[in-house]
């Protein structure tokens, strides 16, 4: 019990970053949702022939952050932007950032696995904050696109690169994904096409 009880208390430390982020947050008020709310707001921008980086302009939604992603993303939501449907593709798009959270959480600290254990693998949770979560920041849905096909690669890598591709549309910082393959156990040969293959 000692044990178990020294492993919950360890577990906890490392997800202190985050749990306090999320009380600040929770106690404090704050806009929620920022980073997502940006690419809403650009998408209405769009709608209404505006720059989706006019960070003076005003918005429907809250206080987003600034536009950081490549236009054809927001001029893609432009259509869905205006109307009652503005609000459904919001709702998505928050379901799939806590599905995705939910996801990687699972994936990363909680799947058992040989590989390493729980406690070892939560040592990774102060990588994020509070902060990140609530605003809803659309890395993690790259993440866990990524790493869940990365963890089915079974059936070929091929998934996987396409999936690299898209989300680097987003975060150019993916286009290094391809360079797990360098992990992987022999033949070196079936290593050196996958990385190939990405970086092509």
């Known amino acids: ?3 178990g009880f020294g492993a919950s208390l360890l577990g906890g430390l490392f997800a202190l ?8 947050r929770l106690a404090m008020g704050g806009d929620w949702f920022r980073d997502l709310d940006a690419l809403t707001c650009a998408s209405w921008r769009v709608a209404n022939q505006l720059s989706p980086y006019g ?3 005003a918005c429907p939604s809250g206080r987003p952050t600034d536009y950081m992603y490549l236009p054809q993303l927001a001029a893609l939501l432009a259509p869905f932007s205006i109307g ?3 609000a459904i593709v919001r709702g ?3 379901a799939a950032v806590v599905v995705s959270i939910g996801y990687l959480l699972w994936a990363l600290v909680l799947r058992r696995t040989r590989a390493a254990p729980h406690l070892s693998r939560a040592a990774i949770l102060p990588l ?3 902060g990140a979560l609530t605003c809803a920041n659309l890395a993690f849905t790259c993440h866990a696109l990524v790493l869940g096909l990365a963890l089915a690669r079974r059936r070929g890598p091929t998934a996987l690169i ?3 591709v898209a989300v680097s549309a987003l975060k150019p910082i993916f286009l290094t994904t391809p360079l797990i393959s360098a992990s992987e156990a022999p033949p070196l040969w079936g290593r050196g096409r996958r990385i190939g293959a990405g970086i092509g």
């Open 162 to 164: 396409v999936a690299i």
């Open 128 to 130: 994020t904050t509070g």
């Open 17 to 24: 970053p985050i749990l306090c982020g999320l009380a600040i």
């Open 84 to 86: 009652p449907s503005a």
């Open 92 to 94: 998505l798009l928050i």
């Open 1 to 3: 019990m000692t044990a």
């Open 55 to 57: 960070a003076a302009l």
